[in-house]
């Protein structure tokens, strides 16, 4: 069937298993990709379906970049990096509390270079962002503790 044109502004959705090969080869010739966020994971930094990321290749990730990788089971995730072991890199979405711990070198396809939520792209060497990832890290222990006390005032008081 053929595809119908696209009307301006307008983009169509593909999917990772389609786009990765394409994004590794963009980002190893040295260029960018960019991709519309999906998802709720890295809230408030990135907006389901509004935010945009500029992906670049993946030199040697460090605590704080946001890589986008495969899990073992297939799934593409943008998290950030939060801590590093043995087993590899510990990566968590900033709206999460859990820890994704393993993911080696190998499982990274690119990193994210710049966002945008609105209608400028920030980058992430800048120092309010590094600060921002800083203050996402050092707080994460804390975020359990918090959603407990907002389930249990939303209890009391209600919605």
């Not at 393993?102 to 609105?118: M, P, S």
Request: contains cysteine.
């Amino acid at each position: 069937m053929p595809q119908q044109p696209m009307e301006k502004g307008r983009c169509s959705e593909v999917s990772m298993g389609e786009l990765s090969p394409l994004i590794r080869e963009i980002v190893a010739s040295g260029g960018k990709a960019e991709l519309t966020v999906t998802g709720n994971s890295m809230y408030p930094m990135m907006k389901h379906r509004v935010s945009m990321v500029r992906l670049c290749a993946p030199h040697e990730p460090k605590v704080g970049d946001i890589p986008l990788y495969q899990r073992n089971d297939g799934v593409y995730v943008l998290h950030r990096i939060v801590g590093m072991d043995e087993d590899g890199y510990i990566c968590c979405g900033d709206n999460q509390c859990r820890l994704e711990k393993g993911i080696r070198r190998e499982q990274i396809i690119a990193v994210v270079d710049e966002f945008k939520r609105t209608k400028r792209w920030r980058s992430c060497r800048s120092l309010p962002y590094r600060a921002y990832a800083w203050c996402r890290r050092v707080l994460r222990p804390m975020r359990r503790l918090v959603r407990a006390g907002m389930r249990r005032l939303r209890r009391i008081f209600g919605k």
